[in-house]
């Protein structure tokens, strides 16, 4: 059970170090017209982590790693020099970082349904990022005036704003990590790693 334990943890720790690697990897940053970031599937590993262990584990690994990604917008983003009022930064704190990471915990949650389950739980976790972002885009950062003028039709709807903003990168990082999913369940070595007899059930 000691052994297990240690495994678990140190995997964890192995795999969000990896996310934070990669998540400083942004090879199509600027190929996006308005903005955002799309990393090397740095979303990945943390949902691989909650697909092997469970959403119990997932969610803790998770948390972590939105730890991270809000340290980081504070110190490299400058996210308390934006200019928003209080209510607007906690929102912001709230929507695009502990919220919008720690979910990607749930990517687990049909991990014992094979590569659909896989899918499925991934594609969900994402899209709850998405929404996370997608609330704070409409609530926060449309009311702030950070929109772009000279595209009037999207100015004008907060929504639209939002879903374009945020869908321009998080549909291609949704889609490249299917696809980096499929590929890995398809090698017979990691799929009997994360489908192995001594994976941890979820408490």
Same mark, same amino acid.
């Given at each position: 059970?000691?052994?297990?334990?240690?495994?678990?943890?140190?995997?964890?720790?192995?795999?969000?170090?990896?996310?934070?690697?990669?998540?400083?990897?942004?090879? @199509?940053?600027? /190929?996006?017209?308005?903005?955002?970031?799309?990393? /090397?599937?740095?979303?990945?590993?943390?949902?691989?982590?909650?697909?092997?262990?469970?959403?119990?584990?997932?969610?803790?690994?998770?948390?972590?790693?939105?730890?991270?990604?809000?340290?980081?917008?504070?110190?490299?983003?400058?996210?308390?020099?934006?200019?928003?009022?209080?209510?607007?930064?906690?929102?912001?704190?709230?929507?695009?970082?502990?919220?919008?990471?720690?979910? /990607?915990?749930?990517?687990?949650?049909?991990?014992?349904?094979?590569?659909?389950?896989?899918?499925?739980?991934? *594609?969900?976790?994402?899209? /709850?990022?998405?929404?996370?972002? @997608?609330?704070?885009?409409?609530? *926060?950062?449309?009311?702030?005036?950070?929109?772009?003028?000279?595209?009037?039709?999207?100015?004008?709807?907060?929504?639209?704003?939002?879903?374009?903003?945020?869908?321009?990168?998080?549909?291609?990082?949704?889609?490249?990590?299917?696809?980096?999913? *499929?590929?890995?369940?398809?090698?017979?070595?990691?799929?009997?790693?994360?489908?192995?007899?001594?994976?941890?059930?979820?408490?």
């Amino acid at each position: 059970m000691k052994r297990n334990t240690t495994k678990m943890l140190v995997e964890g720790a192995m795999m969000l170090a990896l996310a934070i690697v990669l998540s400083l990897i942004t090879p @199509f940053q600027k /190929l996006l017209p308005f903005g955002g970031s799309i990393t /090397l599937v740095s979303m990945l590993p943390i949902c691989i982590y909650s697909i092997k262990y469970g959403i119990g584990k997932g969610l803790g690994v998770s948390f972590l790693f939105a730890v991270f990604q809000f340290v980081q917008g504070t110190v490299k983003d400058g996210l308390f020099g934006w200019g928003l009022t209080a209510g607007m930064l906690i929102a912001c704190i709230v929507f695009d970082y502990f919220l919008a990471y720690t979910v /990607l915990g749930l990517a687990g949650m049909f991990r014992k349904k094979g590569l659909g389950g896989w899918i499925a739980g991934i *594609v969900i976790a994402l899209l /709850l990022r998405f929404a996370s972002h @997608f609330i704070s885009g409409v609530y *926060v950062f449309a009311s702030t005036g950070k929109i772009w003028d000279d595209l009037d039709f999207i100015a004008e709807n907060k929504y639209i704003y939002s879903l374009v903003y945020n869908g321009a990168y998080m549909v291609p990082e949704i889609i490249l990590t299917v696809l980096v999913t *499929v590929i890995l369940f398809k090698i017979p070595q990691v799929h009997r790693i994360l489908t192995s007899a001594d994976s941890a059930e979820e408490q």
